[in-house]
Nanobody
Framework: QVQLVGSGGGLVQAGGSLRLSCAAS????????MGWFRQAPGKEREFVAL????????YYADSVKGRFTISRDNAKSTVYLQMNSLTSEDTAVYYC??????????????????WGQGTQVTVSS
């Protein structure tokens, strides 16, 4: 098993930036593909970004492509989400997630086995 702890959320003005972090513990971090999801009030959890085990493959939702960057540091067992040019539409609770299984559709929450506790991002307009 792996335990995930997300951090870095907060309140930011539209156009600003935030960097989320997700620290993993409990198992070999490099075995896991890592994802970020978000959930706004009254909406379903939606995929944001994915990075594979080695970090050489990244995939983004269209809504964040060009603004968000996912990265990982396997030596620190941490995955990051750099968020730039934030808008009010980005306001949500952000969750990191991990899977050690091959995935067919990484945009689906059910593809992931482990979840962090969520960190709130609020963008004021």
């Amino acid at each position: 098993q792996v335990q995930l702890v997300g951090s870095g959320g907060g309140l930011v003005q539209a156009g600003g930036s935030l960097r989320l972090s997700c620290a993993a513990s409990g198992h070999t971090f490099g075995r896991y593909a890592m994802g970020w999801f978000r959930q706004a009030p009254g909406k379903e959890r939606e995929f944001v970004a994915l990075v594979n085990w080695t970090g050489n493959y990244k995939y983004y939702a269209d809504s964040v492509k060009g603004r968000f960057t996912i990265s990982r540091d396997n030596a620190k067992s941490t995955v990051y989400l750099q968020m730039n040019s934030l808008t009010s539409e980005d306001t949500a609770v952000y969750y990191c997630a991990a899977t050690e299984h091959p995935y067919s559709n990484p945009t689906l929450p059910e593809e992931f086995d482990y979840w962090g506790q969520g960190t709130q991002v609020t963008v004021s307009s």
